[in-house]
């Protein structure tokens, strides 16, 4: 009742409108409740009171992700951690937006530090894998990726990921082939799993099988023309 805990905590600044706590939740049900403006007249509001805290930082830090003001977010995040550098979820925030926005290096260092503070974490993993993987750290973004599975064995972007990588060093053919085929049945409707499925089923020379998912990764809204040209080229040559 996300309205009528809006109701409550107005009623709680009209006794005592300088607690951040309670600005801050009444920021965080705005922003639930899809009303961005208002969730950030309230953070703002909070940290007039207190600068130093840390968390309502955080959250105007998701505000303005969720809005995609990516630059504003991540000073807000950075401004968070400085406060406060043991608190996992800005460290991941922080890591996953650096990636984002194409800086896999730094990306790399707060991912690492949230790891660090929660090492169980399902996500996390995940995201440090596609770091290590952009900055061909192949045998980091394999061990990644694994510990994201192990977490969470549902993760189809580390299954396809990790499929992908086994299918590039030549080895684990098999169970390369039974990550690809999992992500693609978790997430059919994903192109770039339909595309990596389909290089592998390529690489094996399982080229009728290749041209359904490359087919199928083109309808998905991802060119795959040129796979799809030369896959048609060696079905030809085998039917001649």
């Known amino acids: ?11 709680a600044l009209l006794i005592n409108s300088s607690n951040v706590n309670f600005r801050n939740s009444l920021g965080v049900c705005y922003g639930i409740a899809g ?12 940290i007039d009171i207190d600068k130093n805290e840390y968390m309502t930082l955080y959250n105007l830090g998701l505000v303005n992700m969720l809005t995609g003001e990516r630059e504003k977010a991540l000073e807000f995040f950075l401004k968070a951690h400085d406060i406060n550098s043991d608190i996992y979820e800005v460290a ?7 990636l984002e926005m194409g800086n896999s290096e730094q990306a790399t260092v707060f991912l690492e530090r949230a790891a660090k503070i929660e090492p169980e974490s399902v996500a996390v993993y995940r995201y440090l894998g596609d770091c290590y993987a952009v900055s061909d750290r192949t045998d980091d973004a394999i061990s990644a990726y694994e510990k994201s599975i192990k977490y969470n064995p549902c993760d189809a972007a580390s299954m396809s990921a990790l499929g992908s990588l086994y299918d590039k060093r030549s080895e684990n053919s098999e169970i390369a082939l039974m990550f690809c085929r999992e992500s693609v049945e978790l997430s059919p409707e994903n192109s770039l799993f339909r595309l990596r499925l389909g290089r592998l089923y ?3 020379k399982r080229f009728k099988e290749a041209l359904m998912e490359f087919k199928k990764a083109k309808r998905l809204g991802r060119d795959t023309t040129e796979y799809i040209e030369k896959t048609n080229s060696y079905i030809d040559n085998q039917d001649t």
Do not use: P, R, W
């Not at 996300?2 to 905590?9: K, R, V």
């Open 1 to 11: 009742d996300i309205q009528g805990t809006i109701a409550e905590f107005k009623k």
């Open 35 to 46: 009303n961005y403006e208002q969730a950030v007249e309230e953070f703002c509001k909070a």
């Open 92 to 98: 991941f925030q922080t890591g996953k937006l650096y």
């Open 202 to 204: 390529y690489h094996q």
